[in-house]
């Protein structure tokens, strides 16, 4: 077995690294956050680097490469993703979706727009009251009207769509078939600023875009289609994986970062006549937070060589978004109790970082569901 990345992945990563230790300092981190704005010559100089077209064919623009490659560039920006912007929405269902199910057309447009950086996407997924239950919760339709659609509905906790250009939008447009609920759901490209379109913003602990999205008489064409009529949560099924493979990315990265500023804060903070660092309470918790990350991102990194490498792997993705939303937390969670005060204000990136992760043990879903999904493949019947 073969744990090593490539020279070209270590350069890849350290690449970004080196991006995110010039272009987004602390202090400007902290100040996007709080205001709630990414930058957006910071997002163009992260675009003019290729980044945005890691995972999109050459033949659109891209640079080419897996989901682990993608993988490595979120885990590194992630700590400064107040500053760059939506990159993981943008990545995953912008990017990848539009590769996997978009037409020539969408793709021969739309992809080496977003890989320039001019075009960023979110998806609309998640219904009023429905939670988990998306297809159960499905009110959201859309109704042909000759050769066009109009969408009529809402959405709730549509992240990016404030940033965003386009958004990806799932639509009833059929019954269900046969009592499958996932048949008759088709996927849309909607722009952020067509008529009937309303965005709301919801705040949140972590203060990031998240929103309310309505949809009154939303009209698009037939171009405005992704994939196959009614067969669009299909599509989506597909990038599940990454979905959960991407979030789980994210959560590491806020983590390293957690543990790095805990490292420094350490071995500079003078109490009872020398440096913490010297404790072994300080100790354990520092070595514990590294042994969270270093559990959670090998389970990660294995997920995404899988999903890379075509391999079946549902159970390790959803596996691996659980275990990093959990570790993650619990390691910024201790980084906060080595701080003590300083940790618990809201400027501190330890803090920040604490906020961020605990909404991945609810999103993409929840980790119970999770669980349910792990025992299930494991021979156990179905508990919901």
């Not at 239950?133 to 066009?148: F, N, P």
């Amino acid at each position: 077995m073969d744990f090593m990345l490539s020279d070209e992945q270590r350069m890849l990563q350290d690449a970004v690294r080196g991006f995110v230790r010039k272009e987004c300092p602390p202090e400007e981190i902290a100040a996007c956050s709080k205001a709630g704005e990414h930058r957006e010559d910071v997002w163009q100089k992260f675009a003019g680097a290729g980044w945005l077209g890691i995972g999109i064919d050459p033949e659109y623009g891209g640079s080419g490469g897996d989901l682990l490659d993608t993988v490595l560039v979120v885990e590194a920006a992630s700590a400064a993703g107040d500053v760059i912007g939506p990159l993981f929405p943008t990545m995953c269902f912008g990017g990848h979706l539009l590769a996997s199910a978009g037409s020539e057309a969408q793709k021969k447009v739309l992809l080496p727009e977003l890989v320039a950086g001019r075009r960023r996407f979110a998806l609309s997924l998640t219904e009023p009251g429905g939670g988990t239950d998306v297809l159960g919760a499905m009110r959201t339709t859309a109704t042909r009207d000759g050769e066009d659609w109009v969408i009529e509905g809402g959405k709730i906790f549509t992240s990016a769509a404030r940033s965003a250009h386009h958004l990806i939008v799932a639509a009833r447009t059929s019954a269900p078939r046969d009592g499958k609920k996932a048949y008759g759901v088709t996927l849309f490209l909607v722009d952020t600023d067509a008529a009937g379109v309303a965005i709301d913003p919801i705040e949140v602990l972590s203060g990031e875009d998240t929103n309310i999205v309505s949809y009154d008489g939303v009209r698009v064409g037939g171009d405005a289609v992704i994939g196959e009529v009614d067969r669009g949560f299909y599509q989506l099924i597909g990038m599940l994986n990454h979905e959960r493979i991407g979030t789980a990315a994210l959560c590491l990265g806020w983590a390293q970062a957690a543990l790095d500023e805990v490292l420094v804060y350490a071995g500079q903070r003078d109490a009872f006549g020398g440096t913490i660092d010297r404790f072994q309470s300080v100790q354990h918790s520092v070595a514990r937070m590294h042994l969270l990350i270093e559990q959670a991102r090998l389970m990660v990194y294995r997920a995404a060589w899988m999903q890379s490498q075509g391999l079946e792997c549902g159970p390790e993705a959803t596996a691996a978004k659980a275990v990093a939303a959990e570790n993650c937390f619990t390691a910024c969670d201790l980084g906060m109790q080595v701080m003590g005060g300083i940790g618990y204000t809201l400027e501190c990136g330890v803090n920040r970082n604490w906020r961020k992760t605990r909404l991945y043990r609810l999103a993409p879903i929840a980790n119970e569901m999770a669980l349910n999904f792990v025992a299930e493949s494991l021979g156990m019947p179905r508990s919901f």
